[in-house]
């Protein structure tokens, strides 16, 4: 049985199949479900030391997609189905796979 379910999403088409089968885990074992987004500033980062300004565009830019791929998880939790409380998260400053990791651990996140 799941108890907290972590959704990790980049917005993509693919992030929105994982996105109806984990509200269907939640829904289905009352558990409660944890959208996450991790910005990654490091493909970025040469080029941020040489243009400090390209990196906060970079960021804002990470942070305003961040926005509308939790929008659209918080979009398919509320479809209608049995009510469902979704949480978001942003990780900032992490690579996706240590974002994850780290979220899933400090949220108490089942494993599987």
Not at 31 to 59: E, H, S
């Amino acid at each position: 049985m799941f108890k907290h379910i972590l959704l990790a999403t980049d917005g993509s088409p693919a992030c929105d199949q994982a996105a109806r089968y984990a509200i269907s885990l939640a829904r289905t074992h009352g558990a409660k479900l944890t959208a996450l987004y991790v910005v990654d500033p490091f493909p970025y980062l040469g080029m941020g030391q040489t243009n400090p300004m390209g990196f906060r565009a970079y960021i804002s830019a990470a942070h305003a997609h961040a926005g509308r791929a939790l929008g659209r998880a918080a979009e398919l939790a509320d479809d209608g189905g049995a009510p469902l409380t979704l949480e978001t998260r942003i990780v900032e400053e992490a690579t996706a796979a240590h974002g994850i990791a780290q979220t899933a651990r400090d949220e108490g996140a089942d494993r599987s």
